[in-house]
């Protein structure tokens, strides 16, 4: 993980256990730069993740504040227009997979048009379990094309997707397209996430980008209802 992001995490963590207060002003980033030892530079990128994500916000010449309704930010909940997966979402918990399908096949007919594959192609058909600190958080079902994704196996399932394409693959992530619905929990859900068939489950259904435009992954995740969500920031300008 990138240090900017190391730094990020650990400011978001002091916020969440109240080391830096609601309304509080962080310390200024002089001092953020000795005590984490970075630059200027990373320092504001690590500052800027935060106020995106809602935690922070700047006051020109005044310095940087903890949002009031910073305590209502759930560390389950990912932005709207991001991406980072489970793992580095939550980096400094126990994440944890359990692979209940993984085969490669041929696409179906949606998989086709999600994808911009042939019918002959091959795709990987992923089915996961996430356990965060032992308790089930989320099931995904992920579709990749194999010849834009090679080499995923086991050992990939069992860590982090997204880390193996950053790091490994050196590829890097363009944009993305999510419906966002609530639906009634299947079998595999009650099981998995322990819902009841009364209980809602959040729904996303995205398709996923390189930075040239190729659709790299088109997935279906089920969320409990009460364990996170998505988060739309829109943050007002003079």
């Known amino acids: ?7 990020a995490q650990t400011i978001r963590e002091r916020i969440q256990e109240g080391f830096y207060p609601l309304k509080s002003a962080l ?3 002089m001092k953020l730069c000795k005590e984490f030892d970075a630059s200027r530079i990373t320092i504001k990128r690590a500052l800027e993740i935060l106020i995106e994500e809602g935690y922070l916000y700047s006051r020109q010449g005044s310095g940087t504040y903890v949002m009031k309704n910073a305590g209502s930010v759930n560390a389950f909940d990912s932005l709207a227009d991001e991406y980072p997966g489970v793992t580095e979402q939550l980096a400094g918990k ?3 997979s359990e692979i209940l399908k993984f085969v490669i096949r041929n696409p179906l007919a ?3 048009e ?3 594959v042939e019918v002959d192609d091959f795709i990987y058909d992923i089915k996961r379990v996430r356990y965060v600190n032992g308790e089930s958080i989320v099931i995904e079902h992920t579709i990749m094309p194999v010849s834009v994704i090679p080499g995923i196996n086991k050992e990939v399932l069992s860590h982090s997707i997204y880390g193996y394409i950053r790091n490994e693959l050196n590829l890097s992530f363009g944009g993305i397209t999510r419906r966002i619905t609530a639906e009634k929990p299947d079998e595999l859900d009650r099981k998995y996430l322990l819902c009841t068939k009364e209980d809602p489950v959040l729904q996303v259904e995205q398709v996923v980008h390189l930075k040239d435009g190729t659709p790299f992954e088109y997935s279906i995740t089920k969320h409990r209802f009460d364990k996170g969500g998505i988060n739309v920031v829109d943050r007002y300008h003079n």
């Not at 993980?1 to 730094?7: A, D, N, P, T, V």
Request: avoid cysteine; glycine fraction near 0%.
């Open 94 to 96: 126990e994440v944890e």
């Open 27 to 29: 310390p200024d980033q």
């Open 1 to 7: 993980m990138h240090k900017y992001k190391r730094i």
């Open 110 to 112: 949606k998989e086709v």
């Open 114 to 116: 999600k994808l911009l």
